[in-house]
């Protein structure tokens, strides 16, 4: 079946680095994705991994996929109060034009 | 440049009166379409997407319904709202291929049921 799971909530201060973690279910997903939703609004494509890469960077953002594990993470260095937001981790099941979504993390960045 | 609309953005209504959110996107063609819901504290759950036109797939059997009148248009609709219809609805967009590789989301629609 098709399941994305994130943990609910994460608090880090200013400065320091954020990991947010994701675990997925479909092997078949091609592309693996991080989005953010600021508040009371859509959601926006942060960044995305092919499911043959182990890892990805993009300025402060660093995707690692863990193919065996079905684990996803974000990192994000140097973290700012304008990071505050929910991110989502999703999928991309094969054969499927689904986007599925996980629960979303609350970050909040502490000055 | 592509561009998604999605109205209204708040609403209220009472309990057992019909719904109808719109959704359209301009400068693409063919698009995959899609209606999530995010309720308060959970997380965003896909409701229908849609490959074409009169295409729909359901993915959770409830109180609501999906239609595709034109390319371009997605509707959310429901005859008779629940409370637990509120929720904040969003409409998305990502183009036709084999793989999904992004989708662009409307501004949402806050919907309370009361």
């Known amino acids: 079946g098709e399941d994305v799971e994130q943990s609910l909530f994460l608090s880090v201060r200013e400065g320091d680095s954020s990991v947010i973690n994701c675990t997925y279910t479909d092997s078949s997903s091609t592309y693996l994705y991080w989005y953010k939703q600021e508040p009371g609004a859509g959601l926006q494509l942060l960044t995305y991994i092919f499911s043959n890469m182990d890892m990805k960077q993009d300025q402060r953002l660093t995707v690692l996929l863990n193919k065996k594990d079905k684990h996803l993470s974000l990192r994000i260095a140097d973290t700012q109060t304008g990071d505050s937001a929910i991110y989502f981790c999703a999928e991309s099941p094969r054969s499927s034009y689904k986007l599925i979504f996980g629960s979303g993390t609350r970050l909040l960045v502490r000055p | 440049s592509q561009t998604i609309h999605q109205w209204p953005a708040t609403l209220v209504q009472p309990v057992g009166s019909p719904l109808s959110l719109e959704c359209t996107v301009e400068?693409?063609?063919?698009?995959?379409l899609y209606w999530y819901r995010q309720a308060a504290g959970r997380g965003l759950q896909l409701l229908f997407y849609?490959?074409?036109?009169?295409?729909i797939s359901s993915e959770v059997p409830q109180n609501l319904s999906a239609s595709r009148p034109q390319d371009r248009q997605f509707i959310l609709s429901s005859k008779k709202l629940l409370l637990s219809d509120s929720g904040f609805y969003l409409c998305a967009w990502s183009a036709t291929a084999p793989v999904v590789t992004e989708a662009f989301f409307g501004q949402g629609t806050r919907l309370t049921v009361v």
């Open positions: 849609s490959v074409g036109i009169g295409q």
């Open positions: 400068g693409t063609s063919n698009p995959n």
